[in-house]
């Protein structure tokens, strides 16, 4: 749920002293994001991982070198598109691309779901997997699919 910071200060601090209302919630572009009344009322930080973390990624080149330990330090990372939750990242002048998915604070590779049998041999992806997990249209017409030949080779 998404409220104006103005209106959230107003309402959690009639409720929660100041201590409680920092990790209530977590600012971002001049919104909050809520905390769920469960671990509120309880004090618990259960749960409260999720909304703590960034949820959608940052798209700086460099944040996706640590994805992939070959690329670790490289300042040929080029992104080639990323909507904050999945991405189509390359080495710059290489035809070394990979899809990333944004989860748990960070981005990590998307398990290729087989390889291609045409052209040149790479890495390809389900459609129904990452339409499953989300991914935009646009981003699964950048990637390669695999063929259901292709799917676990």
Not at 64 to 93: I, K, M
Not at 114 to 128: D, F, P
């Amino acid at each position: 749920m998404r409220v104006a910071v103005a209106h959230l200060l107003y309402t959690v601090s009639m409720k929660r002293t100041p201590a409680a209302l920092t990790a209530a919630f977590t600012l971002t572009a001049g919104t909050a994001n809520l905390v769920p009344a469960s671990a509120q009322d309880t004090g618990s930080s259960a749960g409260l991982s999720s909304y703590l973390m960034p949820q959608h990624g940052d798209c700086s080149p460099h944040l996706f070198n640590e994805a992939l330990p070959e690329w670790r330090g490289s300042d040929r990372t080029s992104v080639v598109y990323c909507d904050n939750q999945f991405a189509w990242v390359g080495q710059y002048q290489t035809d070394w691309l990979e899809a990333f998915e944004f989860q748990d604070g960070r981005w990590w590779p998307v398990e290729h779901a087989g390889t291609t049998q045409t052209g040149l041999l790479r890495g390809c992806y389900s459609n129904t997997d990452l339409r499953s997990r989300g991914a935009s249209e646009h981003f699964i017409s950048l990637v390669p699919i695999c063929t259901p030949e292709e799917l676990g080779r």
